[in-house]
């Protein structure tokens, strides 16, 4: 695991040696169903950025954005493009890698895909007349190897946006799920990963928006229970979209997902009465989410609702 991590006062206690080789072994072996490996269609993306209101009017250089599990970087280059958008507009000319190194915190474990998608940011901002040194610097600065729920972080980030892994527990090593359980109240009766990964993401935002695409089995079912109660003492439910029957993904999921965005906001938000609430499934909105019919052809990742 990489060791570049913001190093937060109330740091966890480490993991056990049991739970960092079970670490060890997904970083480096797992294959896509261990790791949750889904990949978020672009303009998904782009309505979630929008939702969250990371737009680039705002001074975007002077926030903190996170996103726990990057991928293939589907959140990560449109945030970079807001960012840097952002930059241009409301920066004061000076060095743009003491402008923007705390600007964003992306994280990834799996060992391969974070290079790939290392490679991917560095070409990009090649591609934005960023000079290879800073680019390198920002890359360093930015992405993080490891696991996001033991990996010790700053506290606080202004936005917290994307997919995280949907693993089922029986595909996460016995010490790895021990270690996850000591740590996240919200781990109940069967929960999937996403559930500590939405705790753990909601104890690090600061005002601001918090914007995830993941399953809603956890606005009904019994181990989403702790989670709901967390959201409904806590946060703000401030817009729920029904993605049931939409593609909103890169492969086809047999999941039922939906965006939801939540903030610090007074929790005027009960999960049986919603505040913002959208049912694409019905509409099937093809010309913003082509169906899944028409992606038939894509690999399956199958995680039952
Ligand atoms: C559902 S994909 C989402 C990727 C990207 N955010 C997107 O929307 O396209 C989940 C990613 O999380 C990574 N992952 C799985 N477990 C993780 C963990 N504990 N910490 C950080 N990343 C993890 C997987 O390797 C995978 O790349």
Redesign the pocket.
């Known amino acids: 695991m990489q060791l570049n991590l913001d190093i937060f006062p109330n740091t966890p206690p480490p993991a056990s040696l049991a739970a960092l080789a079970a ?1 060890e072994v ?1 970083a480096s072996q ?1 294959g896509v169903e261990a ?6 269609r672009r303009e998904v ?1 782009d309505f979630i950025l929008d939702l969250a209101g990371y737009t680039s009017d705002k001074p975007l250089h002077e926030m903190r954005l996170l ?10 280059l449109p945030a970079v493009e807001r960012l840097l958008a952002a930059w241009r507009i409301h920066g004061d000319g000076g060095s743009i890698f003491d402008a923007l190194k705390d600007s964003i915190r992306a ?4 060992r391969d ?1 974070f290079q790939i998608t290392r490679r991917a940011l560095l070409e990009y901002l090649k591609a934005c007349e960023i000079g290879a040194l800073t680019a390198n610097q920002l890359a360093d600065a930015w992405l993080v190897q ?6 010790p972080l700053a506290s606080q980030f202004d936005f917290v946006v ?6 089922r527990q029986e595909l996460i090593p016995e010490a790895l799920m021990r270690e996850y359980r000591a740590r996240y109240a919200t781990i109940y009766d069967r929960a999937d ?1 996403y559930i500590p ?1 939405i705790e753990r993401s909601l104890c690090l935002l600061a005002p601001g928006g918090l914007g995830f ?1 993941c399953a809603d089995r956890w606005m009904k079912n019994r181990y989403g229970a702790p989670l709901r109660k967390l959201v409904t003492d806590q946060y703000r439910l401030k817009v729920y979209v029904d993605m049931t029957g939409s593609d909103a ?2 492969q086809e999921v047999a999941a039922c997902p939906a965006i939801t965005v939540l903030d610090l906001g007074w929790s005027i938000s009960r999960l049986d009465g919603l505040c913002g609430c959208i049912a694409y499934g019905g509409r099937r909105d093809k010309a913003v989410f082509p169906t899944r019919a028409r992606r038939r052809n894509r690999s399956r990742v199958s995680t039952p609702c």
């Open positions: 670490v997904l797992g790791r949750g490996a889904v990949f978020t993306v996103e726990p599990s990057f991928g293939g970087g589907d959140f990560l994280i990834e474990l799996h895909t490891g696991d996001f729920l033991l990996a994307g997919n995280p892994p949907y693993v990963l990964f695409i993904f890169l």
